[in-house]
């Protein structure tokens, strides 16, 4: 079945923070509970899922390690998810599509539509909890598994005690960014520009690094006194995410972040038809499949559902000056997003364009080899030329097996002093989420790790503008650490971590 | 007066164009020389065929070039067929070493992959001179080309094809480095294309090398080429029967 008439849009994917304002089992969510149990009665037990409607066959799509420990693609239609690359939020709606449909079907209802999970909200910081459906550990709770960190199960803030600031300043970034690919290497909100989809591709986009891969990673993972991941649940890997029924509410989220950010003006990449004509297959009811390209899905009316909001987070809308519609009141209060966020973010926003290929390209001006990432001494990258013009640090070829859920990662910090100390000095923050599954090479990719790049040009100025910007870069890395309450015994002895960047390089781009 | 000012005008945009496209594309001489291998390899050809054919072609090739004459003839082909390929790389290898050395870290990368295309081809190439082999030896070696072109290993071979790993950044290790990412890249290029190029190195004069050789080009650039859903056109059945096509119309050449 390959989509080619214009579905009507006649379903609205919600909020669940809204949905559950009054109860926290609504009718959506008692339907997806029941859903979620006919596809797990669907599977056929222990061994290959087999039935495409089934829930294990449905994460499979997205990722099944196979008996080498690498990506199972012997169902072609397996270990298909994208990652770092230009076809990651494009699949990724796909699958959701694909996945409604199969709902509504085990339902018998074609008017469900799956809500949406809010959880880096930067007005609203209180509903980084999961919600309370999601959480009620029964027997027959469908949407609950012990399979996620203990923190998220018991209510409590997902991240932890990593500031919510540096999570909701990583979505500012994403939704600020004017491009949305290039194979410049530079940070772009989709990820980069690639001649071949691949399960893992290498080079994120803004939005896949944070707020994707952080909830992925700090959902799933209990953390020691260090931060170091010690018992990794199903969020916390591409071949395990898409078992927790969180998976789909947090992507739904994302799904409708890109379209917030198509609103706010930017464009995609239509031109490029090496993106817009590559066309993705999913199994779907009964049998059949269905076939979208990328052009296809760009629209979600045509797949036959809208966001109930598309308001894009204050800071970023005042950043921006696309102010967000005035809002209904609500019972909940609101935390604006403080100024100097903004006016960070106004700096930061870059020109929107739909090229995906700069008139110039970046130079390198600095690069360090074979980085530790749990090391505590600053890296410092010898710098050649003082180029100006806006500055990237590129963190290259993440690999390894062990190592903390996340890094936020600080530029110039004086030495002997912590980097926490030094807010205004942070860059961003480097997800571990994926960094297993890129580190071994599979048949779509050839082990080259996970790639993440900063737009650093605001600490840059900063450190100008005090005279400390010089011939050396240093970069600091701080585990985002695990909350003292959440620590239990058996939670001392994480893995000895181990994971690398192959180089961290220094950027300047004349945009 | 004002004609000479928008001249210059012109000329300066026209030179501020030629510098951002230079600038992007730091892998263009990688291009030129596969041009002037490609002439050069014309030449040498029409030489080659025109002076073998009372040699009898007929009979079987090999012999008609002296083992130094096949090494050179597998060098040329190695320029004009290969470096098209490793062209992205080299730009990639460019633009994402130190700007001050992107040049060098291009032509280092260049000389690790060429380096392992010569050493597995010149044994064969010069051996091969020294003995007759039967006509239809080159357009069966292709059909089994074709055969490989859509099995999995090969497959696999060619998604790899774009791996860069740089590291060093500096001095002889970033040097070291370049020529390690090339040979790495030359080698998962031998296993993806060698055996197409095989036919062209055992029977460099035969009739049907040439054209043999742009069609082979042709198919590999197709493949490689940027658009919709290249993982369901490389290495599937639609090169493969070309190669086979080919392969075909030389055995009746």
């Not at chain 1, 009620?136 to 960190?149: G, I, M, P, Y």
């Not at chain 1, 949305?180 to 939005?207: H, I, N, V, W």
Request: aromatic fraction near 8%; glycine fraction near 10%.
């Amino acid at each position: 079945m390959r989509m080619t008439e214009e579905a009507a849009v006649d379903r609205v994917r919600r909020n669940v923070a809204k949905l559950t304002r009054q109860e926290d089992w609504p009718e959506t969510l008692v339907a997806y509970e029941r859903a979620v149990g006919l596809m797990r009665a669907a599977d056929p037990g222990p061994g290959r899922p087999s039935v495409p409607t089934g829930w294990r066959y449905q994460a499979a799509i997205h990722g099944l390690q196979g008996p080498d420990g690498r990506a199972d693609t012997s169902d072609p239609l397996w270990s298909t998810c994208q990652h770092g690359s230009w076809f990651f939020l494009p699949w990724h709606r796909m699958y959701l599509a694909a996945f409604e449909q199969i709902v509504q079907h085990h339902l018998g209802d074609d008017s469900w539509s799956l809500p949406y999970w809010y959880s880096i909200d930067p007005d609203r910081p209180r509903r980084a909890i999961l919600p309370a459906a999601f959480r009620e550990d029964r027997v027959d709770n469908n949407l609950f598994t012990t399979e996620r960190s203990r923190r998220a199960n018991r209510g409590r803030p997902f991240y932890g005690v990593l500031p919510f600031e540096q999570l909701s300043s990583g979505l500012g970034d994403a939704l600020a960014a004017g491009r949305y690919a290039t194979a410049d290497g530079l940070a772009t909100f989709g990820g980069g520009k690639r001649a071949r989809p691949a399960f893992s591709g290498e080079e994120q986009g803004l939005l896949e690094g944070t707020p994707h891969g952080a909830v992925h990673v700090l959902v799933g993972s209990d953390l020691d006194r260090s931060g170091n991941i010690t018992r990794s649940g199903w969020m916390a890997s591409f071949f395990t995410a898409a078992l927790d029924p969180i998976f789909w509410l947090h992507h739904a989220n994302l799904d409708r972040l890109w379209q917030v950010w198509i609103d706010l003006g930017n464009p995609v990449p239509r031109r490029q038809r090496a993106w817009m004509d590559t066309t993705f297959t999913f199994p779907a009811p009964e049998g059949a499949s269905v076939t979208w390209s990328v052009a296809e899905v760009l629209d979600t009316g045509n797949l036959g559902y809208r966001y109930d909001d598309l308001d894009p987070p204050s800071g970023v809308g005042a950043a921006l000056e696309r102010p967000a519609r005035p809002r209904v009141a609500e019972d909940e209060p609101t935390t604006p997003t403080p100024q100097r966020e903004v006016l960070r973010l106004r700096r930061q926003a870059t020109r929107p364009t739909e090229e995906t290929d700069l008139p110039v390209p970046p130079r390198v001006i600095g690069a360090v080899s074979d980085v530790r990432l749990s090391s505590t001494v600053q890296v410092e990258i010898p710098l050649t030329g003082i180029d100006q013009g806006r500055t990237y640090l590129r963190v290259e070829g993440v690999t390894g097996s062990a190592g903390a859920a996340t890094y936020v990662l600080y530029l110039g910090v004086p030495t002997n002093e912590p980097p926490t100390r030094h807010p205004e000095l942070r860059v961003g923050i480097l997800t571990t989420f994926g960094v297993l599954e890129a580190s071994v090479p599979g048949d779509q990719h050839d082990g080259d790790g996970v790639t993440a790049t900063y737009d650093v040009t605001a600490v840059r100025g900063l450190l100008q503008a005090e005279g400390r910007w010089g011939d050396v870069m240093g970069v600091s890395l701080v585990a985002g650490l695990a909350e003292p309450d959440d620590l239990e015994e058996a939670d001392v002895d994480a893995p000895a971590p181990d994971m690398r960047a192959r180089r961290l390089a220094v950027l300047v781009a004349a945009l | 007066v004002s004609t000479l000012a928008v001249a210059r005008l012109a000329w300066g945009a026209r030179v501020a164009w030629l510098r951002r496209w230079h600038a992007r594309h730091p892998e263009s001489w990688v291009y030129a020389v596969a041009v002037v291998a490609g002439v050069v390899l014309l030449a040498g050809h029409g030489t080659a065929t025109h002076g073998s054919s009372s040699g009898g072609m007929h009979a079987g090739h090999g012999q008609d070039l002296t083992p130094a004459a096949a090494a050179g003839h597998w060098t040329l082909m190695v320029l004009a067929m290969m470096l098209p390929m490793a062209a992205p790389q080299t730009r990639v290898v460019a633009l994402r070493s130190l700007w001050v050395r992107r040049h060098r870290a291009g032509l280092v990368f260049v000389v690790g992959y060429v380096v392992v295309w010569l050493g597995v081809g010149l044994p064969v190439a010069t051996v091969a001179s020294a003995v007759v082999l039967p006509v239809w030896l080159g357009p069966a070696l292709l059909g089994v080309a074709a055969l490989w072109h859509v099995s999995g290993w090969r497959r696999r071979a060619l998604r790899r094809c774009g791996a860069v790993r740089l590291r060093a950044a500096r001095g002889t290790s970033a040097d070291a480095n370049c020529l390690d990412v090339g040979a790495r890249a030359g080698w998962i290029c031998v296993v993806a294309c060698g055996p197409a190029m095989l036919p062209m190195a055992l029977q460099p004069t035969a009739p049907w090398s040439l054209p043999v050789m742009v069609g082979v080009l042709g198919v590999m650039l197709a493949e490689r080429a940027p658009g919709p859903d290249p993982a369901r056109r490389m290495g599937r059945a639609g090169p493969a029967a070309a190669l086979a096509a080919i392969a075909a119309a030389a055995a009746l050449t």
